[in-house]
């Protein structure tokens, strides 16, 4: 189980930053899209595209839940992130993570405008999953979007590359910014998705 909120990609900012994800992938060819979906080959023979129309915004670890928590767990996080408000994101700064284990590293975009909100948005449901026994998220979060993985602790080469990167992106941003409205948290159990939290008007 995990819950997030839903992040599009604006239109306009799609090439700069497909321009910039590529630019990654030929520095370190063991950089991976984070999409699912098969991917057609350009004549280059990257994988393309690499930029996805929609990504997830953590709120929460993945946890194990048994099937008797499902429901009520659902209806406290409901309850807790009632009180949220529509709000906007915007992102700008690549920055190097890795999971818990070590097993894989992730170049990602950390939310600039809307921080304030989603790290509110992360306490609610900290106290939804503290209800139930869960581990909570982060104790200091940083909220961003990963783009791009690679297996095993890669961090360092990951850092000495968005800062590499950064530059072009951040002029491509400039001209044509990564806003978006949040306006849905979901929660996957599997692969089922529950809407825990919706905007007024959405």
Known sequence: M???MKITVPEACLAGLEASLQECKRSISDLHPT???ALPKT???FKAPFVQATYHLSLSRVVAVHYPQIQPLIASLKQHLSKTQRFKVSFGRLEAFENDDKTRSFLSILVDQGFDQVCRA???TNRAFAEHGLQQFHKDPRPHVSLMWALG????????LSQEVQTGLGLALQEHPWECNVSK???RVGQRIYAVWEAIGS
Not at 153 to 160: D, I, M, P, W, Y
């Open 2 to 4: 995990t819950v997030t």
């Open 122 to 124: 992360v306490r609610r």
């Open 35 to 37: 999409i699912d979906a």
């Open 153 to 160: 602790s890669t961090s360092q080469r990951l850092v000495t």
């Open 43 to 45: 004549k280059s023979g």
């Open 185 to 187: 948290i979901e929660c």
